[in-house]
């Protein structure tokens, strides 16, 4: 845009308008499959635990995890789970 002698927003915006066909024609490429693979997410899904980071936790006396300065509840902690040497993989939401 710069060679285009383009200095303002409004410039830019009518620029596009004829650059962009132009770019697409040059640069698009056409899928090898008509069909869609996107999927429609689950009605009442969890989706903010989709995508987790997995960090190593001790899981406390009292069914507690501590991870940057919260703490998470162990929504139903295991009769076989020892309190003070077990270790769980927690899911932590990605930001």
């Known amino acids: ?6 200095s303002s ?3 830019a915006n009518e620029f596009l ?7 697409n024609k ?3 490429t056409h899928p090898r499959s008509d069909v ?4 429609r997410p689950q009605k009442l899904s969890r989706y903010k635990w989709t995508f987790v980071f997995r960090e190593q936790r ?4 009292d069914y507690t995890i501590r991870y940057q300065n ?3 509840l ?3 902690p295991s009769i076989t789970m020892e309190k003070t040497t077990s270790h769980n993989k927690t899911g932590v939401p990605a930001k």
């Open 74 to 76: 162990v929504g139903k």
């Open 17 to 23: 308008k004829t650059y962009l066909p132009t770019y």
């Open 58 to 61: 001790t899981v406390g006396n």
């Open 9 to 11: 927003i409004n410039q």
């Open 26 to 28: 040059r640069f698009a």
């Open 70 to 72: 919260k703490v998470f």
């Open 36 to 39: 869609s693979f996107f999927e």
């Open 1 to 6: 845009m710069r060679l285009a002698g383009i």
